[in-house]
């Protein structure tokens, strides 16, 4: 074993190799590995950001249903209420209605039987004044009888 | 097999020799035809085996790397780029694991230490035979004698291979601890630890005991760690060649051998790269 330049020969080759592996080899591909290795971490980190965003949505979604329900639900009784009052009401107006009709009907009665009263009076007081002209056989003077015949008819 | 019918002996030193070029003192620059003629070459010499083969490797490691490293997307990764990013994710942790200052260099470090380690560790898993032959007959082209063309596949069972990388290590070992500590404080560590005591003039005497002894802990890190990934691969690629030596015995006994051999390949590499991250992490972190 005979130690000569071979070993210098060797120390050179080395260290010019271990130059072009820092230089040309290492960087590049160490490189590549930690810009993977942010994008993986990069894409998790984007991953359980997009899961929290869909469970905040689904959230969201049931929430807004069960407010729509909700509203629907108050819409519907409100509807309810609604058309009940608007039932009362018609009927109360109804029954209005038909008081005031009975009324005007009434009244109307009451007219023509006034109406009725006030021709049978006249009627009466005619007939009492041509009976009395007719038993008496004079004249009596109408004007100054006329009154005290009304009074008669307004008694009848 | 090698040459012209080999002694078992014959056999196994040509598989153990590297194919050395340098400086002889007798035919100048020239390619060492024997061992002998290699040794004689002292240290002006080079192993075009160990060289071709860890430069060759080491190539087509940062050309696979660099082409994923290019090619390299932020999507989902396939096929190649996957492979690579495991390998860097995977060398990444053990540095954090271990290594908790801020540094650019370690982490390419060891991915380079290992991933170059392995390659070379791997060569073992050629047949023994294989790749030599070829060189030999690769020779015999350009008229050499084939018995004297040599060929050492595995550079890792070159001790110079191992030697140059932890050497390596062992000058950014001390880089890393005199630029986090400061000379003063290397040298502090060096001479005032183990042993240590308030008395000036007894401090004073245990200084060149405490540095015999530290100097000894910081040398035999280099020289362990080039070691035992030689020590480890050598003895593989014996067992090898002496079961290659074995006729026909040595088909069973093949795989097994290489499928416990895969296991070594790959722990040694490990190894030496969990190693070099702990020796620089102990230089950069304040110690005892």
């Known amino acids: 074993m005979n130690l000569n330049l071979t070993l210098i020969g060797q120390a050179i080759a080395f260290a010019v190799f271990v130059w072009f592996c820092m230089r040309y080899v290492w960087p590049p591909v160490m490189q590549s590995l930690q810009e993977r290795q942010k994008k993986i971490a990069d894409g998790l980190d984007a991953a359980s950001r997009a899961n929290r965003d869909l469970e905040l949505a689904q959230e969201q979604a049931n929430e807004t249903l069960r407010e729509s329900k909700e509203q629907a639900a108050q819409i519907l009784e409100q509807a309810h209420k609604r058309s009940n009052q608007m039932i009362e009401e018609a009927r109360e107006n109804a029954r209005l209605e038909g008081e005031r009709m009975i009324a005007n009907a009434r009244a109307e009665i009451d007219q023509e039987i006034n109406r009725a009263k006030e021709e049978l009076r006249a009627q009466v007081a005619r007939l009492a004044i041509e009976g009395a002209e007719r038993i008496l056989e004079s004249s009596i003077d109408e004007a100054k009888h006329r009154e005290l015949v009304d009074k008669l008819a307004t008694e009848l | ?288």
């Open chain 2, 1 to 288: 097999m090698a040459g012209n019918n080999p002694t078992t002996t014959e056999y196994i030193q040509h598989h153990l020799q590297n194919l050395t070029f340098g400086l002889h003192p007798e035919r100048g620059w020239s390619i060492a035809h024997s061992a002998d003629e290699a040794a004689e070459m002292g240290f002006w010499a080079i192993h075009l085996d160990t060289m071709g083969w860890s430069i060759a490797l080491g190539v087509l490691f940062l050309w696979v790397f660099r082409k994923a490293a290019k090619a390299a997307t932020t999507g989902v990764p396939t096929g190649l780029q996957n492979f690579v990013e495991m390998m860097v994710e995977f060398v990444d942790n053990s540095v954090k694991e271990t290594f908790h200052g801020k540094s650019k260099l370690i982490a390419p470090l060891s991915l380079t230490i290992f991933c170059w380690i392995f390659l070379m560790n791997l060569m073992d898993l050629v047949p023994v035979d294989v790749l030599p032959m070829l060189a030999q007959k690769i020779g015999a082209m350009f008229g050499a004698d084939p018995s004297h063309v040599y060929f050492k596949v595995v550079p890792t069972t070159d001790v110079n291979a191992t030697l140059g990388m932890s050497l390596s290590v062992f000058a950014l070992i001390i880089f890393y601890a005199i630029r986090s500590k400061g000379f003063s404080g290397f040298i502090a560590e060096l001479t005032l630890h183990p042993f240590s005591t308030p008395n000036k003039f007894a401090q004073a005497l245990l200084i060149p005991v405490n540095f015999l002894l530290e100097t000894v802990t910081l040398l035999a890190r280099p020289i362990s760690l080039a070691l035992r990934l030689f020590g480890n691969l050598y003895a593989g690629e014996l067992i090898f060649i002496l079961i290659a030596l074995l006729g026909l015995w040595q088909l069973p006994l093949h795989f097994p051998w290489a499928v416990f051999h895969i296991l070594i390949i790959v722990l040694q590499a490990f190894i030496f790269m969990m190693l070099t991250i702990v020796y620089l992490s102990m230089a950069t972190e304040e110690q005892h």
